[in-house]
Nanobody, 125 residues
Framework: QFQFVESGGGLVQPGGSLRLSCAPS????????IGWFRQAPGKGREGVSWINQSGESTHYADSVKDRFIISRDNFKDRVYLQMNSLKPEDTAVYYC??????????????????WGQGTQVTVSS
């Protein structure tokens, strides 16, 4: 079964940083555009950041712009999300997923695939 394995989450104080990592299981990243998504307690899943196949194009949700940085290393089959200046409202389970279409809209559930278990990020003092 193809899916992603996310890692790097944890508990961090407001203003702190974390670097999330995403690795594919059973397939190679190079053919896909990748998105990072998150789901906070009691809320639906939302898009956070996206990167195209080559890594030359990136997009961010307004809520994380200028604080988060998405990157990828196709040789290592890894996608990263550097999260800086973290806020309590960033608390969520973070997921990555893949698509053959570079889509940054809200109706992503049927466009992005290979969802993993996610990694928990908790921002609290």
């Amino acid at each position: 079964q193809f899916q992603f394995v996310e890692s790097g989450g944890g508990l961090v104080q407001p203003g702190g940083s974390l670097r999330l990592s995403c690795a594919p299981s059973g397939f190679a990243l190079g053919s896909y555009h990748i998105g990072w998504f998150r789901q906070a307690p009691g809320k639906g899943r939302e898009g956070v950041s996206w990167i195209n196949q080559s890594g030359e194009s990136t997009h961010y949700a307004d809520s994380v712009k200028d604080r988060f940085i998405i990157s990828r290393d196709n040789f290592k089959d890894r996608v990263y999300l550097q999260m800086n200046s973290l806020k309590p409202e960033d608390t969520a389970v973070y997921y990555c997923a893949a698509s053959v279409r570079y889509y940054t809209g809200d109706d992503f559930e049927d466009i992005y695939h290979y969802w993993g278990q996610g990694t928990q990020v908790t921002v609290s003092s």
